[in-house]
């Protein structure tokens, strides 16, 4: 487990994940230099990280889930985990024991991968997909370690959204990729690798910031922090009110992912869980606060392979990194 300092670090950082050592430390009350050498130790020991994402317009998804041949499951998870569009990965109860979290940046793309250029292993028997578009939460997560004002004395403003929309192109891309394996690069490193000044730089990422093009998130192996697992819900929610209930449950704490999918269930939900009990406990506030929402199926996730591009130990934490890339899935 790690110490409270070690947690009130890794919050801040989910509140801000570029934040300078110098600006956490007023907050933390602790030397620059002592912030920076447990962050250090942090990632080293794979316990935490920073990384980039692509915000709710810049990309399309799916949820595919594998039936597996018994005692294969595992086997599955890990050959999927090393595409770099296949960004999260996980074993779980059920039927289908392996689930994959998919982008590509337009639905043609996805269709591509789910029809055609998929690796599916001798060991999967049947599949099934549920294609989303918008989401509406669990990018973003905390640990609430910090209170409300500390909270927004780190808080970072990206400002207004500029006023000319431009597409997401090729240097944005390579921005992104190059942030891949640590989202707190310097301008400096950053501007070595892409052949372009560090000012350049800081313009192109607020401006994608900006916009909602991308956004940073500082994860961690969760287990340490108390979160032992997950599981994965779908819904079936009236159409008026997908939307609603979307925004509702994506704004809960142990939320980790929500999207609105197209299949027999419209709503997929994962949720960070302290215990069996939690999960009990949030299916009674669901029925409670979302009667119209049905669960209907359920599934405890045993194992997480792979999440948003970091390959993860039994323990949860980062043992190396595939980079998340969508625009693998035009060159498959």
């Keep these: ?32 230099i002592t912030l920076a050498r447990r962050w250090q130790r942090l990632t080293d020991a794979g316990a935490a990280w920073i990384t980039v994402a692509l915000g709710n317009s810049s990309s399309k998804g799916a949820t595919v889930e594998f039936a597996c041949a018994p005692g294969t499951a595992v086997q599955v998870a890990e050959r ?45 028997t049947k599949v099934r997909s549920h294609v989303f578009g918008s989401t509406f939460g669990g990018i973003i997560w905390r640990l609430g370690v910090m209170n409300r004002s500390q909270a927004e004395q780190v808080r970072e403003s990206v400002g207004p959204p500029p006023r000319e929309i431009r597409p997401f192109g090729v240097a944005d891309r390579a921005l992104f990729l190059a942030l891949g394996r640590d989202g707190r690069r310097s301008y400096a490193s950053l501007a070595s690798e892409l052949n372009i000044s560090p000012q350049a730089v800081k313009r192109r990422l607020d401006r994608l910031r900006q916009h909602g093009d991308i956004v940073f998130r500082c994860d961690m192996a969760r287990p340490l922090a108390g979160w032992h697992t997950m599981a ?80 993860l130990d039994d323990q949860g934490r980062s043992t190396r990194v595939v980079p998340v890339d969508p625009w693998a899935a035009l060159s498959t």
Excluded at 244 to 263: D, F, M, N, Q
């Design 1 to 32: 487990m790690l110490d409270e300092v070690d947690l009130a670090l890794v919050d801040a950082l989910q509140v801000n994940p570029r934040a300078s050592w110098i600006a956490l430390a007023e907050v933390l009350e602790l030397a620059p």
């Design 80 to 124: 999927l985990a090393e595409l770099p569009h296949v960004i999260t990965v996980g074993v779980t109860t059920g039927e289908y024991q392996v689930f994959a979290l998919v982008m590509a940046p337009t639905l043609g793309a996805i269709s591509n991968v789910l029809l055609r250029t998929l690796p599916l292993p001798k060991e999967v």
């Design 232 to 311: 994965l819900l779908w819904l079936a929610v009236p159409d008026t009110e997908v939307q609603r209930i979307g925004k509702s449950l994506g704004s809960w704490p142990e939320t980790r992912h929500c999207a609105a999918v197209t299949s027999p269930t419209n709503l997929g939900l994962i949720v960070g869980l302290r215990s069996l009990n939690h999960l009990d406990e949030l299916l009674i506030r669901i029925a409670h606060e979302h009667p119209d929402a049905k669960v209907m199926d359920r599934k405890l996730i045993l194992r997480t392979t792979k999440v948003h591009g970091r390959i």
